[in-house]
Each structure stands twice: as structure tokens, then as C-alpha cells.
């Protein structure tokens, strides 16, 4: 018989103990499923003619009372038998519950139950080796299934169906297993006779997988016709492309699902982790894999601006990088952060929010009242303004600090007052600013003035990667070994000779290069305790700035 045809009734029991000759039933669910829909249920509370005990109560809800007036096993079993039928007794650690189920029927002096039986934990177990726990919880979370009533007959017994269905269609499609023979046969087979892996993940572990390199890199999953399905990037290729393909059956349903369609993998390596985070953005964005949801559009990250080309300088957000002679700071996440650290600076540091029209009028302003300004329109004190344009400037780049200080104090005083709403509001921000602050402070700069290189290393690498940035991206790599050799010293100041010459910032960033400022933001704060950052002064010689990357490189203690 056809699985499709067969008709499985899945059936939980709820009891007053776990022994199934000392204790008894207090209720029975099932759900019959065909073709892998429910077509009927059952349900029915049982007097056991005890009381319930507490431990029972607490997992089930069920109480004495609740049993008090309901039916008597035997009153009970005929309906649930009518319902069984001649179908496939069903249940997740069906020795349990078809052990409780028969000894009542011997109380009552009858067989046990004649049905053919499949047990999903079983089931479980051969299938998903590579999952933590087979218990139905688990198995629930693991296939995302939603179901009401757990740990109440009915809906155990309808989760137990929905997992069914899951291994159901494992089997069909791991083994190849559609009869119901060889389903219930499959139960019971030994563990190292099921590991059967299907044609084309066999084909791609055995014959691609071991030429991978150990290095880092950008992978593609194609299908059978060519198509990208998934590109993703890695800090060692062998390793990661080993992982996507070890212990499949514990995966989430969408790589479960894109792993059955792969035939080929292909890869590129880059010569460094950056490099092939850089070049994966790239390719989801032109490729536009159906399994890769992040990175497939370009966004604008919002960026802080500080229009330094007025004597009274302002400071707020854009999207775009324009050639404008503004200083540009960032990316932050999104606007809601932008307009905090706008806010924030401006509070704190009393820079002007009024137009250049207003201004020039002489015009005082409800923020000048207000105690937010300091009023050059009335005061006209341009050193001053510009003292506080520098601590603006310093805070922006992570370096000056004390803003946090004293939020922290304004949080301890709201704790203190019991204004605990705003004591939150406090931590929220302290939180957010810290990590903005945390990223400028690597960069130390603003975006079109920052030329860097950073010098990578860790415990696990033989030498030390020198990553140059100009003008906020990254350009160029060099590995060195340690000590570093003659040809790696020729090797550096020649990057360096490259790229940080005298050139002017280039005066548009597509989306694309805001992209790439983004993501070596976010590399650089991920890998922080990991680097050191070597700024370039504007009228540092190159051949000066190679020289204090050549110390570093070789610095025996950082080594």
C-alpha cells in the first residue's frame, strides 16, 4: 500500500503515572490522517476512579474535579476503537501509549490492540541524528509547527500529526521510502543501515568538498540548470562549505529546502575575510540568489553631517555622501539613530538649529531660550562657537565621552526618583550611543578623511593582514608574515606608495561605495579587539606612514 493511501491514526494518552500497570488513563486524543490532512479527531477526559496527583496536574492542567463526572475507561475505549479502526496505531513514544492503552483493555478483559504500529520517536531518531533532543517539543519548535493544547491529549496528538507529515516527506524524499512496508520497516532499522544520503549531496561531499581551500573566500549553490540559489562568503571555505552539508536533517526547513535543490558549488578566494565580505555584497546584489534574503538591495544608511562651511557651523543627517564640503560621520543604523545623535549633540553641545536666513537677521529663537543655542546671532563669539564645533567634532569620532557620563547620571536619577519609564528611556539611549560611539572611535574621523590601515591579527594566524583604507573604503590588502621578510617590507610600502598619495576625495560615492563603508564599519567594530589602527596624518610622508605599519607588524609583543 502506497503511503499516500494508508490511514494513520495518531493518538496520545494523558495518565496518572508512567507505569501502565500501576496507574491510569485520564484522557485520550487522536487525529486520523489521510494523505497528510486531518480528516477526523477525538477527545475524551476519563474518570480513573482516583485522584489526579499534583505533578500531573502541573504538566496537564487536568484536576480531579475536572474527571470527577467524566466517563470510565470503558465507556470511553469503544468510541476511540471505532475511530481507530484497522488503521496505523500512531504516537510519539508509542510504547507508552499503547502500553497504557492495552493494559486497560486486559482490565476489561479484552486483546490488545491487533493495529499495525509507527512510532515517531523512532521515526525521529533515525532520521534527524543530528538534532539535540527528539522529544516532541523540540521536534514542534524544529519544524515550526503552531499548535494549541500542548500537553493535553488533543493537541499532542495533533502535533505528533504535523511532525508526521514532516518525516513522511523526509522519507520520500532521503529514502525514497513510499510504501507502507517499508515505512514501518524502516522503524526498526539498524542506525548504520540509514544514514542514506540522496545522489547529489553524496556527489558534492565526496567529489567537491575536498578541494575547497582553507582560505577565505566567496561561495555560489547552483541548481542543475545553473542558477545561483545561495551565495554566502567565509572565513575558511573548506570549513564552512563542510558545515552547510554536515548533519542536513537538523537544519532549518528553508536550507533543508535549498540543499535539496543544489548540484554544484563553486567558489572564488579572496585574501581576506573583508575582502570576501565585500564581494559577496556585491554578488547577492547583482545575482539575487532566491535564498539569500539580506544584502539583495542597496540601503541608505543614514550618515551624520556637520556643514563646517559656515562660520557658525550645524549638524545634521543625510543619506548621501555629497561633495558639499560638509564632514560626514557614520553610517548609523537607521534614522531613528541619526536623529538621536543629532539630537543629542545639539542638546549637549548647544550648536545652532536655526537657518542661515534667521541668522543673518539677528533673530534670537525659542532653542536660544530654551538654553539649547548658544545665540551667536546675538552674541557673535566665532572662537567660542568653534570650541564647541571641536567638541561636537570629538564627539562624533568617539573621543570625547563625557555626553555618556552624564546620561548615565540623569538615569541614576530618574532610578532614584522612581520614574522608572524614563530611567529605561535613559538605558536605551546609553546602549545605542555607546555602540555608535564604540564604531567612530576606530575610525577617529570623518569619512572622506579617513585613511588608515589596519593591522589584523589573532591568535590563530601565522602572520598579520595590513587592510588599507582611503578615503572611508576599504582598498587594498597585504599579508605579512612574522617576522615579516624582506619581500613583505617591499610588499607594504609599496601599497602604501599606491595608494596614499596626494589624490582628493573622490566627489560622488555611489550607493555601492556607501555599501562598502557600511560593511567595513561593521567588520571593523566586529573584529575591534582584534586590530590596531594606524591613521594616516595628512602631511605624514608615505614612506613615514609605512614605517609605523612595519613597527606595528613586527611588534613582538602585539605578535
Given at each position: 500500500m ?47 476512579q ?35 479502526g ?112 540522496p ?27 545553473g ?45 581576506t ?29 543614514p ?59 539677528g ?9 539649547r543655542?548658544?545665540?551667536?546671532c546675538?552674541?557673535?563669539d ?16 568617539g573621543?570625547d ?33 555607546e ?33 588599507f ?91
Amino acid at each position: 500500500m502506497h503511503v499516500s493511501d494508508a490511514t494513520f491514526v495518531v493518538t496520545d494518552t494523558e495518565t496518572t503515572g508512567t507505569k501502565a500497570e500501576e496507574n491510569r488513563v485520564i484522557e485520550v486524543g487522536a487525529v486520523k490522517v489521510e494523505d497528510g490532512e486531518i480528516v477526523d479527531r477525538f477527545q475524551q477526559l476519563v474518570n480513573p476512579q482516583r485522584s489526579i496527583p499534583g505533578r500531573i496536574t502541573q504538566l496537564t492542567g487536568i484536576t480531579t474535579g475536572m474527571v470527577f463526572d467524566a466517563p470510565t475507561i470503558d465507556e470511553v475505549l469503544p468510541g476511540y476503537l471505532d475511530v481507530l479502526g484497522d488503521g496505523i496505531l500512531t504516537a510519539h513514544n508509542l510504547s507508552f501509549d499503547k502500553g497504557f492503552l492495552d493494559a486497560e483493555l486486559a482490565r476489561m478483559g479484552k486483546d490488545p490492540l491487533p493495529n499495525e504500529t509507527l512510532c515517531t520517536v523512532r521515526l525521529a531518531r533515525r532520521l534527524l541524528p543530528g538534532l539535540d533532543s527528539k522529544g516532541l517539543s523540540r521536534l514542534v519548535q524544529f519544524y515550526d509547527i503552531s499548535v494549541d493544547g500542548r500537553h493535553r491529549a488533543l493537541g499532542d496528538a495533533e502535533a505528533t500529526g504535523h511532525v508526521l507529515a514532516r518525516l513522511l516527506s523526509q522519507l520520500a524524499f532521503e529514502h525514497e521510502i513510499d510504501t507502507v512496508e517499508d515505512l514501518l520497516a524502516f522503524q526498526h532499522r539498524r542506525y548504520q543501515k540509514v544514514r542514506k544520503v540522496p545522489n547529489h549531496l553524496k556527489t558534492i561531499r565526496e567529489e567537491q568538498l575536498p578541494e575547497a581551500p582553507d582560505a577565505p573566500g566567496v561561495y555560489v549553490f547552483k541548481n542543475s540548470s545553473g542558477i545561483p540559489l545561495y551565495i554566502g562568503k567565509a572565513k575558511q571555505l573548506s570549513d564552512r562549505l563542510r558545515s552547510h552539508f554536515t548533519a542536513v536533517e537538523s537544519k532549518a526547513a528553508r536550507k533543508r529546502k535549498m540543499l535539496q535543490k543544489v548540484r554544484t558549488v563553486d567558489w572564488e578566494t579572496t585574501g581576506t575575510e573583508l575582502e570576501a565580505i565585500l564581494r559577496e555584497s556585491r554578488l547577492i546584489k547583482t545575482e539575487k540568489p532566491r535564498y539569500n534574503r539580506a544584502q539583495r538591495r542597496y540601503y541608505n544608511r543614514p550618515f551624520i553631517r556637520l556643514d563646517t562651511t559656515h562660520e557658525y557651523p550645524t549638524i545634521s543627517w543625510s543619506r548621501t555622501l555629497a561633495d558639499d564640503g560638509a564632514e560626514y560621520y557614520g553610517p548609523v543604523r537607521n534614522t531613528e539613530r541619526a536623529e538621536m545623535v543629532v539630537d543629542i549633540a545639539s542638546r549637549f553641545f548647544r550648536l545652532r538649529e536655526c537657518e542661515d536666513e534667521r541668522l543673518h537677521l539677528g533673530q534670537r529663537c525659542l532653542y536660544a531660550d530654551m538654553d539649547r543655542c548658544t545665540a551667536p546671532c546675538e552674541n557673535e563669539d566665532p572662537e567660542a562657537y568653534a570650541e564647541a564645533v571641536g567638541r561636537v567634532r570629538a564627539f562624533l569620532t568617539g573621543q570625547d565621552r563625557s555626553v555618556l557620563h552624564r546620561l548615565r547620571e540623569r538615569m541614576q536619577q530618574a532610578s532614584e526618583d522612581l520614574d522608572f519609564e524614563k530611567a529605561a528611556e535613559f538605558r536605551d539611549i546609553l546602549e545605542q550611543l555607546e555602540t555608535i560611539l564604540d564604531k567612530q572611535r576606530l575610525m577617529a574621523a570623518p569619512v572622506r578623511q579617513h585613511n588608515a590601515a589596519l593591522v589584523h591579527r589573532t591568535d590563530a594566524m601565522d602572520g598579520t593582514d595590513v587592510l588599507f583604507v582611503r578615503f572611508g573604503r576599504f582598498v587594498d590588502a597585504v599579508s605579512c608574515a612574522f617576522p615579516p621578510s624582506t619581500e613583505d617590507r617591499a610588499t607594504l610600502r609599496e601599497g602604501v606608495d599606491t595608494h596614499f598619495d596626494d589624490a582628493s576625495p573622490p566627489s560622488d560615492l555611489s550607493r555601492r561605495a556607501t555599501d562598502e563603508i557600511r560593511l567595513l564599519s561593521h567588520w571593523t567594530y566586529a573584529h575591534r579587539d582584534e586590530l590596531s589602527v594606524l591613521r594616516r596624518a595628512d602631511d605624514q610622508p608615505a614612506a613615514a606612514f609605512a614605517d609605523d605599519i612595519l613597527n606595528e607588524v613586527a611588534d613582538p609583543v602585539k605578535a
